[in-house]
């Protein structure tokens, strides 16, 4: 009997063994969640972008977008001087047209500041809105974005959702409005990314939004609004472009970031470099390196203007799912803590180092500092550099940073851009504000392929205050 028994045991440990393991026909199919080991770096990335539409003339069809969406009252939101340029013309003529009701903001800040976000948000929030559209460069965008978002968060404080530490970081989870973008800059690449900027007047930095939900739906790239662009608009906007590519592609690898989110909900819009990244970020990279210099010198070029909208729009999606680094960690208090500057060109009255202007001053001693790690992601930009007039041919890989800095250095020589940070009215006594205004952007300055201590953010202003 007992060897009866154990013959039974026998053969059932044998089924168990050989049956189907899937869960309809498992008996050892459990439904409770898998204990995944806790991982100290990210092991995914995620890639997201707005809808982008790319042609000479595509504005006109604005009107024929909303309609299909339903939406029947829209905000459009622009800026004093392109109120009265062709680019907003065309956009509320097409609207007309298709019978969309619309309310005009035209009070956007060029470099916004939180008091000309809540501005525009109160705006938004005092008008019962179903769509915006967002005619202008970076700035306008962002605005809108930021209107767009706390209208729908009528509760939220401001704070809730600007980046950590300065604000509390918290995830977006209400939904937004469709947000039509058209950008008349070929810079910023806001109409691709989930990320408005703007200066944090109390403690003179720039800060930011960061996350999917606000991408815009729609960005209408029409590259005949680039004619309008003066030269040293065109010529910060494209460094803006520069160093987007540059820093996204030369940013830590996604799985080298910290810390693993717990939650998908939680994983940043700035990822870390990326394979898919790679390619919008060097693609954008040889158009720039192409057409830059062109673009700048002649205003009615239109290829060169025209390519130069498309590099945004790559760039744009390349560093909106890899993030960017220490140019631009440095480059907000460059801009926040601005004393008399104005920048030429820029018909504003306030004081200003354009986005742009004070990403690139920066940018040699950068690149120098962050060659020791990751020098091949600096070397794999050779067709830039050949492009650009530097010889690789005999390079060593530890040369890579030091190459890309001088190249900029000499490119930035060439298109006459301003002999550093003494040339925008900054000194060395003014350095230790300026690394402080850099310590809280953490968000981007931990994906720089080189962490940074306080003496070695001052020597990167220090080195940075002349150029040649």
């Known amino acids: 009997m007992a060897a009866g028994r154990d013959r039974v045991v026998q053969l059932l440990r044998q089924l168990q063994h050989v049956q189907c393991r899937c869960p309809a026909h498992s008996h050892s199919y459990s439904q409770a969640p898998e204990q995944v080991p806790v991982k100290s770096t990210d092991y995914a990335f995620q890639m997201t972008c707005s809808n982008v539409r790319y042609g000479p003339g595509v504005t006109k069809e604005v009107g024929m977008d909303l309609q299909n969406m339903g939406i029947r009252k829209v905000c459009v939101m622009t800026d004093k001087k392109l109120a009265k340029l062709p680019p907003l013309q065309v956009v509320l003529n097409s609207l007309v047209k298709n019978g969309v009701q619309y309310q005009l903001y035209d009070n956007v800040r060029v470099e916004p500041t939180d008091k000309s ?42 704070l809730d959702y600007v980046n950590a530490p300065i604000g509390k970081g918290k995830p977006v989870t209400v939904t937004v ?32 939004i960061a996350s999917r939900a606000i991408r815009p739906h729609l960005g209408i790239v029409d590259p005949l609004h680039t004619l309008h662009m003066p030269t040293r608009l065109a010529a910060n906007s494209g460094f803006d472009v520069l160093c987007h590519a540059l820093e996204s592609y030369t940013a830590i690898p996604f799985n080298k970031r910290s810390p693993c989110p717990t939650n998908p909900i939680n994983r940043p819009a700035y990822q870390g470099s990326n394979p898919i990244s790679d390619i919008w970020a060097k693609y954008a990279l040889q158009i720039a390196a192409k057409y830059l210099s062109r673009a ?110 001088e190249t900029l250095r000499k490119f930035l020589f060439d298109v006459d851009v301003d002999d550093g940070l003494s040339a925008v009215g900054y000194t060395k006594g003014d350095i230790p504000a300026l690394v402080k205004g850099t310590l809280p952007q953490e968000r981007v300055t931990k994906l720089a392929p080189r962490p940074q201590s306080e003496e070695e953010l001052s020597a990167l202003f220090e080195a940075s205050m002349k150029l040649y």
């Open 296 to 405: 700048i010198r002649n205003a009615d070029d239109l290829e060169a203007r025209s390519s130069m909208h498309l590099a945004s729009v790559c760039a744009g999606i390349g560093f909106g799912n890899a993030g960017v680094h220490l140019c631009h960690g440095m480059s907000y208090p460059i801009s926040g803590l601005v004393k008399t500057y104005r920048a030429k060109d820029y018909d504003v009255a306030h004081s200003l180092v354009p986005q742009g202007s004070s990403l690139i001053v920066a940018s040699p001693a950068v690149f120098l500092f962050t060659r020791q790690t990751f020098p091949n992601s600096h070397i794999a930009i050779g067709p830039v550099y050949l492009i650009l007039g530097a010889d690789i041919r005999n390079a060593k890989l530890q040369d890579a940073g030091l190459i890309l800095a």
């Open 177 to 208: 409005k469709p947000l039509i973008a058209v950008p008349t800059t070929a810079g910023t690449g806001s109409e691709t990314t989930g990320v408005a900027i703007f200066d944090y007047e109390k403690i003179k930095t720039k800060t930011g």
């Open 117 to 158: 976000f809540k501005d525009a948000i109160t705006f938004a929030r005092t008008h019962d809105f179903d769509g915006y559209v967002a005619v202008g460069g970076g700035s306008v965008i962002d605005t809108c974005k930021a209107a767009n978002l706390y209208a729908c968060s009528p509760d939220a404080d401001f």
